[in-house]
């Protein structure tokens, strides 16, 4: 038996007349989205938090163009937006010193990748967290544009 699956990939214009709060672009046939015209190193208001947390049930995966430097204690908050702890973490990363919440995963001339740096979201444990919300302070000068 053989059976044939199609993807409806959603239109942009689709996805962006189910929000008003914040701009969401589809960035593959089902799967991800950019979301666009929030601040995310300000306080968010209530509507944009439920469309925040709609979209990525939504999409699966969100995308952040041009934000601010994130401090440990506002991506705490900003990760909160989409559930609460209490979040056990890797024991084998660092923490910030501003935020328990936020590991540190660093990759650096005295700290290069290493080969399972994929899973240290702890998506692996019998009960694992909803999502990691990675905020990428410097790729483009270890790997380029």
């Known amino acids: 038996m053989k ?36 601040d995310l190193g300000g306080e968010l208001a209530g ?49 910030a010193k501003e935020s328990r919440d936020v590991e540190l995963l660093v990759s650096d001339e005295k700290n290069p990748p290493y080969a399972d740096s994929w899973h240290t979201d702890s998506s692996w444990k019998p009960v694992p967290p909803l999502g990691t919300l990675i905020h990428d302070e410097g790729t483009a000068e270890l790997i380029g544009e």
């Open 47 to 95: 509507p944009v938090r439920e469309e925040l947390r709609r979209a990525l049930l939504d999409f699966g995966v969100l995308f952040f163009r041009e934000q601010p430097r994130l401090s440990a204690d506002r991506q705490a908050a900003l990760a909160s937006v989409f559930g609460a702890g209490p979040y056990e973490g890797n024991a084998e990363l660092a923490r």
């Open 3 to 38: 059976v044939n699956l199609r993807i409806d990939a959603e239109t942009p214009v689709q996805a962006a007349s189910r929000f008003g709060s914040i701009g969401v672009r589809p960035r593959m046939p089902g799967f991800g989205a950019w979301v666009e015209g929030v």
